[in-house]
């Protein structure tokens, strides 16, 4: 009889993630995607459309339109989903377009928090500022780590926060901004989850590498 190697639990639940995401934006996008595919709108276009609305959304930030800056955010959320389900769908997926696709999603990702980071620089806020620096570096460190493991032929899609939960995350606290320290508590929370998945991917390194 042979012997079937177990998987714990929680492990289980961790790989399963990446699954699940894909599943959800599937679920999502579909009916755009079968739109687009009739069109001549390229996965590309829709990544650099995206990249400009976060541009948008950092531009309300410093205006103090908080609400409708989070409102922007999750458009733009949306359209991150929607460019990968084209490409899927389409059969487009390129090196190029990934590679322009994490750019800009760095890129958006760093304007934003330094767009909230300018407003509590001039509001004086010093735990505003240093929530907000900590969460933009640990976030960066989570796609760094995954890149990083790619690059040396390593499997690195495990996490439980990674960019769509950032993006929610912080979008909610954006859209929740005229309550006390809802967007400081957001910041805080993208902060330490991510800290989490820094060291679920690092384990998952090591794993690999120990083997």
Not at 18 to 30: D, G, M, V
Not at 146 to 154: M, P, V
Request: aromatic residues 8%; hydrophobic residues 50%; proline residues 2%.
């Amino acid at each position: 009889m042979g012997t079937e190697k177990v998987i714990p639990r929680r492990q289980k639940t961790v790989t399963k993630l990446p699954e699940l995401r894909k599943n959800i934006a599937s679920y999502l996008t579909r009916m755009l995607v079968r739109l687009f595919t009739k069109t001549s709108i390229t996965p590309n276009i829709l990544t650099v459309s995206g990249f400009i609305l976060t541009l948008g959304a950092t531009a309300l930030i410093l205006t103090d339109n908080l609400f409708a800056a989070g409102f922007v955010v999750l458009v733009a959320g949306f359209f991150d989903m929607l460019d990968g389900a084209l490409a899927r769908s389409t059969d487009r997926v390129t090196r190029f377009g990934a590679a322009l696709d994490s750019t800009l999603d760095r890129l958006s990702e760093a304007a934003l928090m330094l767009g909230i980071l300018v407003v509590y620089a001039m509001e004086q806020s010093t735990l505003g500022v240093w929530m907000t620096g900590v969460a933009l570096i640990i976030s960066f460190l989570v796609s760094y780590i995954r890149s990083r493991a790619e690059a040396l032929g390593l499997e690195c899609e495990v996490g439980l926060f990674t960019r769509p939960e950032r993006v929610i995350v912080l979008a909610l606290g954006l859209l929740l901004s005229g309550l006390d320290y809802a967007l400081i508590t957001a910041l805080g929370v993208v902060a330490v989850f991510s800290l989490i998945t820094v060291c679920q991917r690092l384990l998952h390194i090591w794993r690999q590498t120990s083997k």
